[in-house]
């Protein structure tokens, strides 16, 4: 009888214990709103949970790379229009000066005018963001662009990663741009031409600036569209992104969040059930004590 009576204490007891684990569990799943709180819950939901939050990291440092890409090109476009603008004004001052009307005085008072303008082209070659000299290639912690327009960049191009096997050049060669080193026109020699044909009243020289300033021109705007079409992409890998986001963000979500009104169910079913175990040990007990005492 005694055997039969701490048998039944025993397993109680293990129900008990059981029925307290099952209850911690649950109050940690209402506390901390996941059914998954380590490893052992569900290994391979937890395993997967990790790869989530991985991927999701991961899209977070393209999400950073894209706002640095986006200020980037942002900002060569507006430079890059600010040369197409100046360019097109030296273009007006030799078409005007190229007439057989104008005297040499008129001509040499341009020159200070397309001297502006080329100091004008040097600060927009020596644009920054974020302290970053943007087409100065590698070498964008100094000014890429001396006084005169000699470059001192490099012509390497600058990738950012937007996605997991997408990159995209954030920055234009100020090389390639201004000092034709890819076989362009170098724009800042075409300005220094227009000024020495002003300052010597070379009528065929200024007329011969015109196709050659036309020609600077081109070469900025064909930059330019090239930046958009980057501006595109970068874009384009934002929205992709987001909505990749909200796709892992779900299945994360479904993995390891808990359902939180049928937690509370539970976790209220098994704190009766606990209570009414722990009532009827204590019954169980006062019965076998008065057992032995007879």
């Known amino acids: 009888m005694r055997v039969t009576d701490k048998s039944i204490a ?16 649950l109050q940690q799943e209402a506390s901390s709103g996941l059914k998954i709180n380590s490893p052992g819950d569900d290994p391979v939901g937890a395993q997967k949970a990790l790869q989530l939050q991985g991927t999701l990291s991961d899209n977070t440092q393209y999400a950073r790379n894209i706002v640095t890409g986006t200020a980037w090109l942002g900002q060569a476009d507006n430079a890059m229009s600010g040369m197409g603008d100046i360019v097109s004004r030296a273009h007006e001052i030799a078409m005007q000066m190229s007439t057989g009307t104008v005297s040499a005085e008129n001509r040499a008072a341009a020159v200070s005018e397309v001297t502006q303008l080329t100091a004008q082209m040097v600060q927009l070659g020596n644009t920054q963001v974020g302290g970053k000299f943007i ?4 070498n964008n912690e ?15 191009t600058v990738n950012l990663q937007v996605g997991k096997n997408s990159q995209v050049a954030m920055n234009y060669s100020g090389g390639k ?3 034709g080193t890819a076989g362009g ?8 031409n227009l000024s020495t044909a002003l300052s010597t009243d070379n009528q065929s020289g200024l007329q011969g600036s015109l196709t050659s300033l036309d020609t600077a021109h081109n070469q900025l705007v064909s930059a330019r569209s090239e930046m958009g079409s980057r501006m595109v992409r970068v874009e384009s890998a934002t929205t992709s992104l987001d909505s990749m986001n909200v796709t892992l963000n779900t299945d994360l979500s479904g993995t390891q969040n808990a359902d939180i009104i049928k937690t509370y169910t539970d976790l209220t079913s098994q704190q009766t059930a606990y209570q009414a175990s722990l009532t009827a040990t204590t019954k169980i007990s006062q019965l076998s004590l008065l057992n032995y005492l007879k």
């Open 135 to 138: 087409f100065g290639g590698f």
């Open 142 to 156: 100094t000014t890429p662009f001396d006084a005169s327009g000699a470059f001192t960049g490099t012509d390497d």
């Open 10 to 25: 025993n397993n109680n007891l293990i129900g008990m214990q059981r029925n307290l684990e099952r209850l911690a569990k």
């Open 177 to 179: 741009l201004l000092n």
């Open 185 to 192: 026109v170098n724009v800042f020699a075409e300005l220094q």
